[in-house]
């Protein structure tokens, strides 16, 4: 099994956003997924609730001890503040992190101590953990995308994407779909901004 977790100390950074979407491609191509949960306020559980039974399915993963059904995939959501003990005990089941960042200087400077903790667990676990981060709601051509690329700099962790503000992911999520659910001409600009994340989520070893 593989297995992604995606984290930011920040809230409204686009985690769940990320582990539906990222879950919900997975799911698309076949691949067995489940997702596990660990926010308290359940976000993520409350959104599969509400996925069709006739889209591709995606496992909710009750535990890390849940010995369900066998699967492919595992996206972890965390909690805003996830730190210390609990983000040392996350990073160990998985070998893939993404962080979302929201474009404000606030949320870059918030993801400061978090992204070091990553650079630093890379370096210690080097070839084992692989760690990239997703502009979220941003675009490239912006001031907070270039604040976020010399902010990453001396930190060597790549930008899988830019993932732009786009209404399309917010009604997805209420009807517990996700943009890979959609006719491909409803979400087309948004799919093209996932090519690099899902290459590397699937293959890279950098
Ligand atoms: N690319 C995006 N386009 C539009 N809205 C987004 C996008 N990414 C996240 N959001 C919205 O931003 C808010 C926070 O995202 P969420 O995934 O809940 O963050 P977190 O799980 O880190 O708290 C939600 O209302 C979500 O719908
Ligand atoms: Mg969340």
Do not use: C
């Amino acid at each position: 099994m593989k297995a992604i977790l995606i984290a930011n100390p920040k809230g409204g950074s686009g985690k769940t956003t990320l582990t539906t979407n990222v879950a919900g491609y997975l799911a698309s191509q076949g691949q067995r997924v489940a997702i596990l949960d660990l926010d308290r306020q359940k976000s993520a559980t409350q959104w599969l609730a509400n996925r069709p039974r006739n889209l591709p399915s995606i496992e909710l993963m009750h535990s890390e001890s849940d010995m369900g059904a066998p699967v492919d995939w595992l996206v972890i959501d965390s909690p805003a503040g996830l730190h210390g003990k609990n983000l040392e005990h996350a990073l160990r089941l998985v070998h893939k992190v993404i962080v979302p960042i929201a474009p404000s200087a606030f949320d870059i400077q918030a993801s400061r101590d978090f992204l070091e903790a990553l650079h630093h667990e890379k370096t210690v676990r080097k070839g084992k953990i692989f760690v990239g981060v997703v502009g979220m709601r941003m675009d490239s051509r912006t001031r907070a995308a270039l604040t976020l690329e010399q902010f990453l700099k001396g930190l060597d962790l790549p930008i899988l994407a830019y993932l732009r503000e786009a209404q399309v992911y917010v009604n997805a999520a209420f009807e517990g779909k996700t943009l890979f659910d959609l006719a491909p001409s409803l979400a087309e600009r948004e799919l093209e901004q996932w090519a690099y994340l899902i290459n590397w989520m699937q293959h890279s070893e950098e």
